[in-house]
């Protein structure tokens, strides 16, 4: 499911159409050099409107990218629940340089999300590296909401920008994105050590059947307490995209990112389908040389 929301700046009106917006980001600074003078009032307007606010940079191929992102925080005033969003978009910045923006802000605005914006041919066509921070924002004027041209994850895609810029956001709700943006939404895997990751992925086999086959640290499965605890809220929010790449994480680099997710997508089905999970692929001898899904 997803939400609509739009994206504006000086072109448009500080007293912008809200109807079909559950989201707002707002144009706020280019270069070092200029500041979108409706910042301010256009982002009042979302505020007063409970809509989720998102603030973005026009990245420039000078100064350095780290002046940039400076400018951006400082004029941005962004408070603690909005997100950050880095415009890709000139044809004088590089992939590295996308990169080093969007580290350097990630550091110096802990708290804050921080997507990519660009479009589906720098993705696919500039891109050599794959990184969107915490997400990509993709734009395509497909009018195809929701279906950009590209197989890698999008958070966002703007898919038209008629009457304004439009896109959908991979949320079911503006409470759900609301949450995510501000951090608080519930992560399964928050505090599990990669041998906790171990235990709970790797060795569970047909626990709900009674199993007591022993795990890696050699204690017994106990079905039933560990079916209504932490593994049914792990397997009820596996499939997420935080989760899933805390899963990574933990697992460590060498990991082919497709086969893992292929593995916890499958579980988490088989859950939802019968209440049995069996997860039995080796994740560390596969093919790390797999080229960059764009």
């Given at each position: 499911m997803t939400i609509t929301g739009i994206d504006v700046s000086n072109y448009q009106s500080e007293a912008y159409d809200l109807t079909h917006a559950e989201f707002v980001f707002v144009k706020a600074t280019q270069a070092t050099n200029y500041v979108n003078p409706k910042h301010a009032a256009q982002v009042a307007r979302a505020r007063a409107n409970h809509r989720v606010v998102g603030h973005y940079h026009y990245l420039t191929a000078t100064p350095s990218v780290t002046a940039q992102m400076d400018y951006f925080l400082t004029h941005a005033a962004a408070q603690p629940d909005d997100v950050l969003a880095v415009d890709w978009e000139e044809a004088g910045v590089s992939c590295a340089e996308k990169d080093a923006a969007l580290k350097y802000l990630k550091s110096k605005a802990s708290g804050h999300k921080v997507l990519l914006y660009c479009s589906q041919s720098y993705w696919t066509g500039r891109d050599t590296t794959n990184y969107a921070a915490d997400g990509l924002w993709v734009a395509q004027y497909n009018g195809k909401p929701g279906k950009p041209s590209i197989?890698?994850?999008?958070?966002?895609?703007?898919?038209?920008?008629?009457?304004?810029?439009?896109?959908?956001?991979?949320f079911s709700s503006r409470a759900e994105m609301a949450a995510?943006?501000?951090?608080?939404?519930?992560?399964?895997?928050?505090?599990?050590?990669?041998?906790?990751?171990?235990?709970?992925?790797?060795?569970?086999?047909?626990?709900?059947?009674?199993?007591?086959?022993?795990?890696?640290?050699?204690?017994?499965?106990?079905?039933?307490?560990?079916?209504?605890?932490?593994?049914?809220?792990?397997?009820?929010?596996?499939?997420?995209?935080?989760?899933?790449?805390?899963?990574?994480?933990?697992?460590?680099?060498?990991?082919?990112?497709?086969?893992?997710?292929?593995?916890?997508?499958?579980?988490?089905?088989?859950?939802v389908a019968k209440a049995v999970v069996r997860v039995t692929v080796d994740v560390t001898g596969t093919d790390t040389s797999a080229p960059k899904e764009s």
């Open positions: 197989k890698a994850t999008w958070l966002l895609h703007q898919y038209t920008s008629t009457p304004v810029d439009t896109s959908v956001a991979a995510w943006a501000a951090g608080t939404t519930e992560d399964p895997m928050a505090g599990m050590t990669k041998q906790d990751v171990h235990d709970a992925v790797w060795r569970i086999d047909d626990i709900t059947a009674g199993s007591t086959e022993k795990n890696p640290k050699n204690t017994t499965w106990q079905p039933d307490t560990f079916l209504k605890g932490t593994f049914e809220n792990t397997v009820r929010l596996l499939g997420q995209t935080a989760a899933i790449s805390k899963l990574i994480s933990l697992l460590g680099s060498e990991v082919d990112t497709d086969t893992v997710v292929t593995a916890v997508t499958k579980a988490v089905d088989e859950a």
